[in-house]
């Protein structure tokens, strides 16, 4: 097996079975073979193999293609199955779609997450397109008596010009399913130049029956005999049940079960609550409202958003008890410098608020499990939930069901292991469904955030140190879920002396992934702090930007690195940078100060522009917002210009704009007024009217466009996000003289004059 260059460090021969179906047909699976260490030394045999994707073609030539990974509203459901159509050459009109339910033994990387499908699926979901048009091709040049060089297909249809011969991929898909698949590394791709189905603005595969109400999402399961729970935990989080008036709870109406659940210590498993089984979900609920239990909260109840930021601000003024990168001498730099600015940046905790609370529905019989979960990690959580309940992963069936909205907080598989709990506890099919305030206060929280910066320019007005203390959440050497930063976000390597050092406090509330994670905040404090330092350069903020990205020292390195991977690849198989390009970003950048008309707008007073970029899960965006303020502190976004680089092409333009202009507005969502507070432990927040989302009226017009670069295509669910929150930040300061060191905004008096 020969080794290639990916993110992954590890590649795997891929490989094209075919077989006839009862009633004519034809039926592909592309495989992978798993990377184990006994894979690397010995032969893999075909069922050691694991599938990729399946292409199924029926005699009247309708193409179903079975798309294997959760579909969160992301629209993976519809942009996975039109690479294998294109590839295929079939008329996207005669392609059905339809969901994969988890079988590790058939099917790959079955999750949602880290905008990771375009990059991951790219090549693979191609070859298995191109692989099974060249066996129809095969199959009818074999009938005639042709070589297969001599015919092409166009639209589900092989043609023989020269003979003005033709036949649909229909009537030649049986005899296609014995001919020798071929090795699909080597299989011809077309040229994207051809292309008629990516690039082009296809609708979501579910978009009609969505609007017209058809049931589509883990909320709308049902089954017969299916009874309804509800799951009280904690109001602290991992609290133990001491007691509870479960005989009281078992004779409201219509109640069935109602029992303690001892569970364990871990946030993101099954925890201890009281479980509420009856016949509607209405009169589970009603019954819940009798609850009283008397809890064990743990020593997680000492905690507050407020000892935070007091931990924090002390640790702050300490020496940090790690260093994560150290470039040249910060502190000789700062000292020479002709200005220093210091500032400290803070961003709270931040809830998922997905619009479908969290749910599963689960049936236990006969020693087996069967469930129906809108999961972005439908593996991990059967594992979990063989884990807790003693179970073989084989003996549980996982269907994976369309999520209202993930956002990473269905990354954590919390739901599916208490459905499944309840229902080897009753034995008959439950579906479990949360409150939003389960969903609001038992959530998997965007962390806190304490960055104390001090920076430097010299006389030129470049920027020459940079300093970061991060406070942040962990114990030791490890940060808590999602609270980490790396010593390679920027501008590392683009400042000679870089120094950036982290401390860390321990939490009991459970953290977790939400939308850029990490970038979502980071970005807000790295880029405003970059326009604190341009004025106080005298600078423009975006020429400061664009000089810096020119100027890093790391720039040529990292160039070099990159063309030399590049000469060894076609530009339309080279793989993605894996770090930070500043050539890439430069573009961007450059393009939304033009579309945006940066510096050429006059503006009246009390209404600014602010720019801002960052790189995100491969994404490079730059945006530039530009809002007005009242006299009274009265915010209003006018308008965002976002520009972003995620590769060579854009598989559905459609679906990408949507990606982006929602990423941006729910990033500014965050910067607006979102926030969760700790209090004795417990989450103070709890539905849309204190924790709000974005409304109708604050949704402005996001002008989207796209840098088509060399390299191949990466995800789009993510890195729209992280510049906006910044971008918006800086307008404030270009409108009002105020810096935003803090949010979310409406906590911020922005008055002025």
Excluded at 622 to 640: N, P, T
Aim: glycine letters at 10%; one cysteine or more; proline letters at 6%.
């Amino acid at each position: 097996m020969t080794a290639k260059t990916k993110t992954s460090g590890v590649d795997r021969r891929e490989f094209l079975r075919a077989t006839a179906i009862v009633g004519g047909g034809l039926l592909l699976a592309s495989y992978l073979e798993p990377i184990t260490a006994i894979a690397s030394i010995a032969p893999v045999t075909p069922s050691d193999s694991s599938l990729n994707a399946f292409i199924r073609i029926t005699p009247d030539g309708i193409v179903t293609i079975i798309s294997k990974n959760p579909e969160t509203g992301q629209g993976v459901k519809t942009m996975l199955p039109m690479l294998i159509a294109e590839e295929l050459d079939v008329d996207w009109k005669n392609v059905r779609v339809e969901q994969a339910s988890l079988d590790t033994k058939q099917y790959t990387q079955q999750f949602a997450g880290g905008s990771t499908a375009t990059p991951n699926n790219w090549l693979p979901m191609r070859r298995a397109g191109a692989a099974g048009r060249a066996m129809l091709v095969s199959a009818a040049a074999t009938a005639w008596g042709v070589p297969a060089s001599e015919c092409d297909t166009e639209k589900g249809v092989v043609r023989h010009r020269a003979s003005n011969r033709s036949v649909s991929y229909g009537a030649i898909a049986t005899s296609a399913a014995s001919v020798p698949a071929p090795d699909l590394a080597t299989v011809p791709l077309r040229d994207p130049k051809t292309f008629t189905i990516v690039g082009t603005r296809v609708r979501g595969v579910d978009n009609h029956a969505i609007v017209t109400g058809k049931p589509m999402y883990g909320i709308d399961v049902t089954m017969p005999g299916m009874l309804y729970a509800t799951f009280a935990k904690s109001p602290v989080f991992g609290g133990k049940v001491v007691s509870a008036n479960l005989a009281e709870v078992k004779g409201q109406p219509g109640v069935r079960h109602a029992f303690v659940v001892e569970g364990g210590t871990a946030l993101n498993g099954l925890l201890g609550g009281v479980a509420i089984v009856a016949d509607s979900w209405w009169l589970a609920n009603k019954a819940r409202r009798t609850l009283k239990v008397t809890w064990n909260e743990g020593a997680t109840t000492a905690q507050s958003s407020a000892s935070f930021a007091t931990q924090a601000a002390a640790l702050a003024t300490q020496t940090p008890q790690r260093a994560l990168r150290t470039d040249g001498d910060a502190n000789a730099a700062l000292g020479g410098a002709v200005k220093v600015v210091r500032a400290a940046y803070y961003y709270p905790f931040i809830a998922h608020a997905p619009l479908e609370p969290q749910n599963c529905t689960a049936h236990y019989r006969d020693g087996k499990l069967e469930i129906w979960a809108p999961s972005q990690t439908p593996e991990p959580g059967r594992g979990l939930v063989a884990r807790t309940l003693g179970m073989k992963e084989d003996d549980i069936t996982v269907h994976i069901v369309r999520a209202g909205g993930g956002f990473g907080r269905r990354l954590s598989n919390d739901y599916m292991v208490e459905a499944a709990w309840i229902a080897k506890e009753t034995g008959v099919p439950v579906k479990l469904l949360w409150t939003r305030e389960d969903d609001m206060q038992h959530d998997f929280y965007r962390p806190a955030g304490f960055h104390n910066l001090t920076g430097a320019v010299d006389e030129a007005g470049q920027l020459v140190a940079w300093q970061n203390h991060f406070v942040s959440f962990g114990e030791g050497q490890n940060f808590a879920p999602s609270a980490g930063i790396s010593p390679t976000e920027f501008p590392a390597s683009f400042v000679p002396n870089y120094s950036l050092a982290a401390s860390v406090m321990p939490i009991g509330v459970p953290t977790g992934a939400l939308r850029a994670p990490g970038s979502n905040g980071i970005a807000f404090a790295a880029q405003s702090f970059i326009d604190e330092l341009s004025h106080a350069a005298g600078r423009d903020p975006l020429r400061f930007r664009l000089d810096l990205l020119s100027n890093g020292p790391g720039l040529t390195k990292a160039r070099a690195a990159l063309n030399a991977v590049a000469e060894k690849a076609a530009p339309d198989v080279r793989p993605a940078a894996p770090t930070f390009d500043g050539d890439r970003m430069r573009a961007v950048l450059e393009l939304v100060a033009q579309r945006s008309g940066w510096g050429m707008r006059t503006l009246p007073r009390g209404t600014g522009m602010g720019v801002a970029f960052h790189f995100s899960h491969r994404g490079y965006f730059a945006e530039v917002v530009q809002a007005s303020v009242s006299r009274a502190g009265k915010l209003k976004v006018e308008k965002v210009w976002a520009v972003g680089d995620v590769g060579s092409e854009i598989i559905n333009p459609s679906n990408a704009e949507n990606q982006s202009q929602g990423a941006v507005l729910d990033g500014l969502a965050q910067a607006l007024a979102q926030e969760i507070t700790i209090e004795r432990g417990r989450t103070v927040q709890s539905n849309f009217h204190d924790f709000q989302l974005l409304r109708h009226v604050q949704a402005v017009p996001v002008d989207v466009h796209f840098l088509k670069s060399t390299f191949p295509p990466t995800g789009l669910g993510e890195p729209a996000l992280p510049p906006v929150i910044p971008a918006l930040c800086n307008a404030i300061f270009a409108a009002t003289g105020k810096r935003v060191r803090s949010l979310p905004l409406s906590k911020q008096d922005l008055k002025w004059g």
